[in-house]
Nanobody, 125 residues
Framework: QVQLVESGGGSVQAGGSLRLSCAAS????????MAWFRQTSEKERERVAS????????YYADSVKGRFTISRDNAKNTMTLQLINLKPEDTAIYYC??????????????????WGQGTQVTVSS
């Protein structure tokens, strides 16, 4: 049974930093897509960053480029998202997602098979 477990959310002031972690079990995800999405009550779930674990190829949404960094440790089967220079508009529930069916990373959240439970990130001004 595949499980994704996030940790590391919290509340910070604007300009602060957080580190989110996603621990995967039940599947190695060695040549697959792993991603971070975020969602608020006003917006649809959006892909923030992703990594294709086979090549290491990464993607970042324009809104987070230069501020967020995604990384993957194949040996530990974990993924992290380092968030710096946080802004109030980064406030959301952040979800870890993964899928093993595609060559590359899908853009649509509906094409991800596995999801974590989500972790809240709150940034105050």
């Amino acid at each position: 049974q595949v499980q994704l477990v996030e940790s590391g959310g919290g509340s910070v002031q604007a300009g602060g930093s957080l580190r989110l972690s996603c621990a995967a079990s039940g599947h190695a995800f060695e040549s697959d897509c792993m991603a971070w999405f975020r969602q608020t009550s006003e917006k649809e779930r959006e892909r923030v960053a992703s990594v294709y674990t086979g090549s290491g190829s990464t993607y970042y949404a324009d809104s987070v480029k230069g501020r967020f960094t995604i990384s993957r440790d194949n040996a530990k089967n974990t993924m992290t998202l380092q968030l710096i220079n946080l802004k109030p508009e980064d406030t959301a529930i952040y979800y870890c997602a993964a899928d093993d069916r595609w060559q590359g990373c899908p853009t649509d959240y509906r094409n991800f098979r596995y999801w974590g439970q989500g972790t809240q990130v709150t940034v105050s001004s």
